[in-house]
């Protein structure tokens, strides 16, 4: 210290002493230097920061300052500061390059000029030229307000730093012994704050907080820092306060802090700024899907993501500073990836690989990585980020993209029609090869030209015969591109293999951007359709054996000639033509020679009628010939007899001559009928007519017919109704034993009580209900009530006595036959020990599928077998071994000879002796005298039933008869 910083001293109280050493002394203070402007601004002080910045000795002399600074002369360099000094109370002057320690920053003096003692001073203190801002002023002890003089006044005042000094009550509370104006400024300006507790003008905010540093400071003896965030009052600002316990008040047990605290609020806002960008960073990372990885140079992992941990399941902390292939229960393809990572940091290029993961899961997810080398500020590889997507979905999508692409090209490339692009200009863009087989060549030939240049390719190549005008095709295609609407249509044209038929669709495209630029040709042969839709058409108008118009093309000729007749006043004719017995053609010589029949006569028709008569074919064995223009009846019947003596002639067909023989029927309009409908059917009654009096024949329409088809028709419904109405009624002839006489059952028969009719015989209805398809509903109906009354008499009967039942030749082509008649006998409970089924031997000779099988079901069920009226068709003693019969009933036509005839003797004779030896029962039907059962019983037949014994008769007077339960229920 120099000897005029000692006077200054020495000119305060003794405590001035202690107080600039601590002060100025401070080696953690700013480099500072005191001027006496008195003494031509010689050095007075300099504190130890200054010496090291200028690299003084203790004994500088006091000509240093102004010698070491400039050239000027003192009085002349002091009459500059004085000026300034006039002006501001700072002045700055910046520091020469040959003196900065710091070549990289700029630095200045900054002269504050004060009084101590009423004599003027000047401080010089280092601060940074680009902010005016003292580099690290912080004193270690600062006087008391009350003790310090003008002079130190001044230069804490000057300060940018806020100073205070502060004291900790005996409430352990911090008192305010001191604060410079910046601090005030702070505190309470313009106030009085000496002895006041610091927490009184603090926030609530910060209180405890404060009160927490306040027990710090207790029981703390070293240098300690804290951070507040101040309230409204203080506009947010963050507030950094750095406490230096001292003792420079001299009181006994007292602790004392000399503070000093900052506006770090940029700091502090910057901080903030940068944990939120990187909590943001770290929330984005940590939440993105994809994996990342950072690797150090020596590609060991420095951290790594969630989504690194789920797809690995792997913990982070197992994962940090490993290599990849250091993990365990990942595959392959983490030595792999390490060697991605080290050449990535060999060469300090960004790559981006496609790699299947081995997770050891069922299914290794594809991972898109890029690696991304990191690099320092010296520019060398740091290490290396890694961001892996998970692209497994995205390839199984383009996978299955691909795959729908080969199936939808193999859908198209295979496709039986041809599918075609055409461009705005109609020329073909695209086809599949079907096109290319139409035109016989390859597609290559074919693309570029329009459908109409396509015909004339075809013209020039091939020959083909094509239009000279432009093709429908082509049409269409314009249309499309005019009005962008779609067109479904059939269209036709020629190809290498003849004219095709094709049905097509024309559908507009578009591109991306919406803009039309294509048509798309769908299109498929339907030739074959067409030609089978005019075959359909033809055959529902003409017949396809003789190519004659078949009925409804007749009735629509003969509807509109009865239009025309009824107006212009005159007569029309129409014959209906059988061929007689045409069965027998087909059965005899096959149905070859049936269709040759047909077609000859239908040569011979169109030969014999006029060209104004219209033939036609209107049923398998039935020609119809309209007459549009008859003079009177006379020369109608005269036409029509020419027509038969002209068709009537035997055909040959090679060696074989056939017989001909047709009837007629015929019906003139306006004469027998007056509308279209009663000219043909009143036709067909006469046709029907002439076939049922006189085959060859020809009948001509009267009232009688109508009535008497009205009454068959009567008849038919009557039967129908019958069946509904349970009319029909069971009635039992019984069969007995030729050796006691005893009753050995019955056969049912079924009788029709009509309300009106009254009986009517089986001859009369049972035809009828054949040809109405009836006659299994009757037997069905003969079963179900018999089986009621056997269920009855069960009891009763021994196990010899059998009740028959007839079934007819179509019942065994029904699905449902064993179902049905096993339905009935289980309804009632019935024995089927007493109940025996007759067939014919027509049933044997009809084709039926399956019918030796149901024959033998039938007989499983426990049913007796009968073959009904033996010897009167096409016998066969091959049906005997073949199926399961048990009993044979002999005709009664043999029967009722056998007195008279010797050789009615011999058959019955010979098929009693066959049965026998087949150990079947037989029974003689039709028995009417003693005669006849005297030779039947001498023959050894076993039972017979005629009306020697009785007549068929209701079953209600056969149990009377016979002691059986009348009624149904009655046991």
Not at 143 to 164: C, M
Not at 897 to 903: E, F, T
Not at 920 to 931: I, N, P, R
């Amino acid at each position: 210290m120099t000897s005029s910083t000692k006077d200054l001293v020495d000119a305060t109280s003794p405590s001035i002493a202690s107080i600039t050493e601590a002060f100025f002394s401070s080696t953690d203070g700013a480099p500072l230097f005191i001027l006496d402007p008195s003494s031509d601004c010689r050095v007075i002080f300099s504190n130890p920061p200054a010496k090291r910045y200028f690299q003084l000795s203790d004994d500088c002399g006091d000509q240093w300052f102004i010698e070491c600074w400039g050239r000027d002369k003192p009085d002349t360099w002091l009459d500059k500061f004085t000026a300034q000094f006039e002006k501001s109370s700072k002045v700055y002057q910046r520091i020469p390059d040959h003196l900065l320690r710091h070549k990289n920053s700029a630095q200045e003096l900054c002269f504050i000029q004060f009084k101590a003692q009423e004599q003027l001073f000047i401080a010089a203190v280092i601060i940074n030229s680009d902010t005016r801002v003292l580099n690290n002023f912080e004193p270690n002890a600062i006087l008391s307000a009350l003790e310090l003089g003008d002079f130190y006044h001044s230069v804490l005042d000057n300060l940018h730093q806020a100073i205070g000094l502060f004291e900790l009550n005996q409430n352990e509370k911090l008192e305010i012994v001191w604060l410079n104006e910046k601090a005030m400024k702070y505190v309470a300006p313009h106030t009085t704050v000496k002895g006041e507790l610091v927490e009184s003008y603090l926030p609530d905010n910060i209180q405890y907080s404060w009160g927490e540093l306040e027990k710090s400071l207790k029981t703390s003896d070293g240098d300690i820092t804290c951070s507040f965030l101040l309230g409204d009052r203080f506009n947010h600002q963050a507030c950094e306060i750095q406490f230096y316990p001292v003792d420079l008040l001299k009181r006994a047990g007292s602790k004392q802090f000399l503070a000093t605290w900052f506006n770090v609020t940029q700091r502090y806002q910057k901080e903030v700024a940068e944990t939120q960008k990187r909590q943001d960073f770290f929330n984005l990372v940590e939440n993105a899907p994809d994996v990342i990885i950072r690797y150090d140079v020596l590609g060991r992992r420095t951290y790594v993501n969630h989504m690194f941990e789920k797809v690995t399941g792997l913990k982070r902390d197992d994962a940090i500073g490993k290599l990849p292939a250091e993990l365990t229960g990942i595959g392959e393809s983490t030595n792999l990836l390490q060697r991605h990572v080290m050449s990535t940091i060999q060469s300090g290029l960004a790559k981006t690989e496609r790699m299947v993961m081995d997770t050891g899961s069922e299914t290794n997810p594809t991972f898109e990585i890029r690696f991304l080398p990191e690099f320092s500020k010296l520019g060398a590889v740091s290490g290396v980020l890694l961001i892996g997507r998970d692209i497994t979905q995205q390839e199984q999508a383009i996978q299955q993209t691909r795959t729908s692409e080969t199936q939808f090209r193999s859908l198209v490339e295979n496709s039986p029609d041809y599918i075609c692009r055409y461009d705005l200009d109609c020329k073909l863009l695209y086809s599949n090869p079907v096109l290319a087989r139409l035109f016989d060549c390859p597609i290559s030939d074919l693309l570029g030209r329009t459908p109409t240049e396509l015909n004339q390719f075809l013209h020039k190549r091939f020959g083909v015969d094509v239009p000279q005008e432009e093709s429908i095709l082509h049409h269409h295609l314009k249309n499309v591109l005019r009005t962008q609407n779609s067109i479904e249509c059939e269209i036709s044209g020629p190809t290498v293999k003849g004219q095709i038929h094709s049905y097509v669709s024309l559908t507009p495209e578009y591109s991306a951007e919406g803009v039309l630029s294509s048509v798309l040709v769908i299109g498929r042969d339907i030739t074959e359709l067409k030609e089978y839709q005019e075959r359909v058409d033809f055959l529902s108008k003409f017949d396809s054996l003789t190519g004659l118009p078949n009925r409804a093309n007749l009735l629509e000729k003969v509807s509109s000639k009865v239009i025309n007749a009824a107006l212009d006043s005159h007569k029309i004719g129409l014959l209906v033509i059988g061929v007689d017995h045409f069965k027998n053609i087909n059965d005899s010589f096959g149905y070859k020679y049936g269709d040759f029949v047909l077609r000859a006569l239908t040569a011979r028709l169109q030969a014999v009628i006029s060209s104004s008569s219209y033939v036609a074919r209107i049923g398998a064995d039935e020609f119809g010939v309209f007459l549009p223009t008859v003079l009177n009846r006379h020369v109608f019947n005269n036409e029509a007899e020419r027509i038969a003596n002209a068709i009537s002639k035997p055909i040959r067909i090679g060696e074989t001559e056939i017989i001909i023989s047709v009837s007629m029927g015929a019906c003139l309009f306006p004469d027998d009928a007056d509308d279209l409908d009663d000219i043909v059917r009143y036709a067909d009654s006469a046709l029907f007519a002439a076939k049922a009096t006189q085959r060859g024949s020809i009948r001509y329409y009267s009232q009688e017919l109508t009535d008497r088809a009205l009454e068959r028709m009567e008849f038919r419904n009557s039967i129908r109704s019958g069946i509904k109405n349970k009319e029909f009624c069971v009635y039992l002839q019984p069969k007995i034993s030729l050796f006691d006489g005893s009753l050995m059952g019955a056969e049912a028969l079924v009788r029709w009580h009509h309300p009106r009719r009254g009986l009517v015989t089986p001859d009369s209805f049972i035809p009828v209900a054949e040809e109405m398809g009836l006659i299994s509903e009757i037997d069905m109906l003969v079963l179900d009530q018999l089986c009621e009354y056997l269920s009855s008499w069960r009891s009763l009967l021994d196990d010899g006595q059998r009740f028959a039942v007839n079934l007819s030749a179509v019942q065994f082509n029904r699905q449902d036959l064993i179902s049905s008649i096993d339905k009935i006998v289980q309804l009632h409970h019935c024995d089927t020990a007493n109940l025996e089924l007759e067939i014919t031997e027509g049933v044997l000779l009809v084709h039926c599928e399956h019918l030796e099988e149901k024959i033998n079901e039938l007989k499983a069920m426990g049913f007796t077998l009968a073959l009904d009226d033996f010897g009167t068709g096409y016998s066969s003693l091959s049906y005997l071994s073949r199926y399961p019969i048990d009993v044979l009933k002999i005709d009664r036509s043999f029967i009722m000879d056998m007195n008279q005839s010797k050789s009615s003797q011999v058959l019955v004779k010979t098929i009693v002796s066959m049965a026998q030896n087949l150990d079947m029962k037989v029974v003689a039907e039709g028995v009417e005298d003693h005669d006849q059962v005297s030779l039947l019983r001498e023959y050894g037949v076993d039972l017979a039933q005629g009306f020697l014994y009785s007549k068929p008769i209701p079953i209600e007077q056969f149990a009377e008869k016979y002691g059986l339960p009348v009624s149904k229920s009655a046991i």
